[in-house]
């Protein structure tokens, strides 16, 4: 690996807890935007019956930007290394000493490793790429865009339900 010089910039999305983190290289600029899925939901039943998963989508803002997704869980407080079993719906990532089973997901071609799963892409401005990672073999119906977008406007729904607060902070 070659290291590379980067700034970063972190803020949540307006009225959300979504994650967006701007990194700027020599070569371009990405924005990566994390998330907990909590798909469409009314403000009071924030998360409520949703498949725990973590959604990242990179976006090229700038330029054409070289990244690199490396996804090595553990598993029994880190003492034990999946079992890696890809499919057509991604890569399932078992404990091989208990029921715990994730699952990765890419809009891009990856890569099964001895104990995990990797991606390298160029992303240029304009183009999205997304990850997921869900617990359990079934995860939230449709492209990470998608869920990215319902789990926003779920948020922004939730804080202007509580958006109430007058006081000193």
């Given at each position: 690996?070659?290291?590379?010089?980067?700034?970063?910039?972190?803020?949540?999305?307006?009225?959300?807890?979504?994650?967006?983190?701007?990194?700027?290289?020599?070569?371009?600029?990405?924005?990566?935007?994390?998330?907990?899925?909590?798909?469409?939901?009314?403000p009071?039943?924030l998360?409520?019956?949703?498949?725990?998963?973590l959604?990242?989508?990179?976006?090229?803002?700038?330029?054409?930007?070289?990244?690199?997704?490396?996804?090595?869980?553990?598993?029994?407080y880190?003492?034990?290394?999946?079992?890696?079993?890809?499919s057509?719906?991604?890569?399932?990532?078992?404990?091989?000493?208990?029921?715990?089973?994730?699952?990765?997901?890419?809009?891009?071609?990856?890569?099964?490793?001895?104990?995990?799963?990797?991606?390298?892409?160029?992303?240029?401005?304009?183009?999205?790429?997304?990850?997921?990672?869900?617990?359990?073999?079934?995860g939230?119906?449709?492209?990470?865009?998608?869920?990215?977008?319902?789990?926003?406007?779920?948020?922004?729904?939730?804080?202007?339900?509580?958006?109430?607060?007058?006081?000193?902070?």
């Amino acid at each position: 690996e070659r290291a590379v010089r980067v700034t970063t910039e972190r803020r949540y999305l307006s009225g959300t807890l979504v994650l967006c983190t701007r990194f700027g290289t020599a070569t371009g600029v990405i924005e990566l935007t994390d998330a907990l899925v909590l798909g469409r939901a009314e403000p009071h039943a924030l998360g409520r019956g949703v498949v725990p998963a973590l959604i990242r989508l990179v976006r090229g803002v700038a330029g054409e930007v070289e990244v690199a997704c490396d996804v090595q869980p553990r598993f029994g407080y880190g003492m034990r290394a999946p079992r890696l079993e890809p499919s057509a719906a991604g890569v399932e990532l078992i404990d091989p000493g208990g029921p715990s089973c994730l699952r990765f997901t890419s809009d891009r071609p990856v890569e099964v490793t001895g104990t995990g799963v990797q991606a390298r892409l160029r992303v240029p401005a304009g183009d999205l790429a997304g990850f997921s990672l869900v617990s359990g073999s079934f995860g939230p119906e449709g492209s990470v865009t998608k869920q990215l977008d319902e789990t926003t406007g779920t948020w922004r729904r939730w804080s202007d339900a509580h958006d109430r607060y007058e006081g000193a902070y």
